[in-house]
């Protein structure tokens, strides 16, 4: 009996933190505060820069909308402003963001640098996403980007 009452308070529990979730990634758009790239080579990092993030008083945006639509404004200080949608994988704790976005920092110029972002945190007033190269597994030589994306609510 006790552990019927548990599962059934832990699954109330976890419904209600998507709900939180979504009610805090979409209240309103995001200010990147600052971008890091950490830089892995043989499972040691080999380098960390902080890349600027002020466009000449133009900030950087992401939004996100209850019914799935997405948008940045200014990404990178020199993209137009870009629309398209997002979505949370519960089961893999990922956000999806279909944006045509041109990454002028990878050498691929990768046009979907949020396709795939791990959450970090999320909170009423900030947000912090992992992207770039998340995979678990990489050879010894293979070096590898990961980009750290930390974003404010303006006027907070």
Known sequence: MASMLFALLFNSCKKDDQASFR???????????????TTFQRYKTST?????VSCGGNPQTLNFKADG???????????????GTWSYDTSLMQ????LPLKDTTSKTGN???????QV????????VIRTGDLNSYYADDL???????SFIHQGQ
């Open 48 to 52: 960390t820069d902080t890349l600027r």
């Open 143 to 149: 070096k590898h980007k990961v980009y750290r994306y």
């Open 69 to 83: 639509a997405a948008s940045y404004s200014g990404f990178q200080c020199n993209n137009p402003d870009a629309s």
């Open 111 to 117: 046009n979907q640098p949020f396709a795939i972002a």
């Open 95 to 98: 956000l999806h963001m279909n």
């Open 23 to 37: 009610s805090n990634l979409t209240s309103q758009p995001w200010l990147l505060a600052s971008l890091q790239v």
């Open 120 to 127: 970090i945190t999320l909170g009423r007033s900030s947000l």
